[in-house]
C-alpha cells in the first residue's frame, strides 16, 4: 500500500528566509503525481505546486520549488523568501497517475513564520 | 470562475441526528471527491463519483454514511445517526478528467454534541 511520510510535525523561519519541508513516500508504482496543499486557518486547501513523476525536471512555481528525487522517493518543498501569508498546515500528496481517484496524505506541517 | 462551494460552513448537531452536507463542485468537472479530516490529521478518503456513478465507495466508514451526485454536478453527503467520532472537518473536491489535479472547497465542520 502507498504512503506518504511528513516528519515534521511543525517549521518555523523567519520572514524572507527560505524553509524546506520534507516528504518521503512508499509505493511500488512507477507512473504517479506528487502534490503539496497549503491549509490556511480558513481550511480551503490550496494546491501548491504539483510533479509528475516521469518528469525529470522539478516543478516550480514562483517562491515555491520542489526537489523530487525518484529513486530515494523524496518529495521535498522549498519555500524561498518566506511572507507572513505563507503560514499555514502543509499536505503532501499522492496519486497513481492511472487513476482518478484519491489523493494519498502525510499528515501535514505547519510552517511559522516569524516577522 | 467560481471555486468548488460547500454548505453549510458549520454545523452543529447533537448525537443520534441525521445531517446533510451540500458540495457544488467547480462547473464542467466530472469527478467529485469527498474527504474528512479529523482534528490535527491528514485527510481521509471517503468516496469518490465520476459523473453520477460512485465506483469507489470504500473509504465510507460506516453504514451510516452515504452520497448521491446527480445531474453530474450537486452532492449530498448524509451522515445517519450522528455520533461524536464523526465530529471532523469534511471537504469536497472536484477534478476535471486527466487534468488530475483536484481543487477543494472550504469545507464543512461538523460538530456533533
Known amino acids: 500500500a502507498q504512503t506518504v511520510t511528513q516528519s515534521q510535525p511543525e517549521m518555523s523561519v523567519q520572514e524572507a528566509e527560505t524553509v524546506t519541508l520534507s516528504c518521503t513516500y512508499d509505493?511500488?508504482?512507477?507512473?504517479?503525481?506528487l502534490f503539496w496543499y497549503k491549509q490556511p486557518p480558513s481550511r480551503q486547501m490550496i494546491l501548491v505546486i504539483r510533479q509528475e513523476a516521469y518528469k525529470q525536471q522539478n516543478a516550480t512555481e514562483n517562491r515555491f520549488s520542489v526537489n523530487f528525487q525518484k529513486a530515494a522517493k523524496s518529495f521535498s518543498l522549498k519555500i524561498s523568501d518566506s511572507q507572513l501569508g505563507d503560514a499555514a498546515m502543509y499536505f503532501c500528496?499522492?496519486?497513481?497517475?492511472?487513476?482518478?481517484?484519491?489523493?494519498?496524505w502525510g499528515a501535514g506541517t505547519k510552517l511559522i513564520i516569524k516577522p | 470562475g467560481a471555486g468548488v462551494s460547500q454548505s453549510p460552513s458549520n454545523k452543529v448537531t447533537e448525537k443520534g441526528k441525521d445531517v446533510e452536507l451540500r458540495c457544488d463542485p467547480i462547473?464542467?468537472?466530472?469527478?467529485l471527491y469527498w474527504y474528512r479530516q479529523s482534528l490535527g490529521q491528514g485527510l481521509e478518503f471517503l468516496i469518490y463519483f465520476q459523473g453520477n456513478s460512485a465506483p469507489d465507495k470504500s473509504g465510507l466508514p460506516s453504514d451510516r454514511f452515504s452520497a448521491e451526485r446527480t445531474g453530474g454536478s450537486v452532492s449530498t453527503l448524509t451522515i445517519q445517526r450522528t455520533q461524536q467520532e464523526d465530529s471532523a472537518v469534511y471537504l469536497c473536491?472536484?477534478?476535471?478528467?486527466?487534468?488530475?489535479?483536484?481543487?477543494f472547497g472550504p469545507g464543512t465542520r461538523l460538530t456533533v454534541l
Open positions: 500528496a499522492y496519486r497513481v497517475l492511472d487513476s482518478n481517484y484519491q489523493l494519498i
Open positions: 509505493t511500488s508504482e512507477s507512473d504517479y503525481y
Open positions: 462547473s464542467g468537472h466530472t469527478a
Open positions: 473536491a472536484s477534478s476535471f478528467g486527466s487534468e488530475n489535479t483536484q481543487y
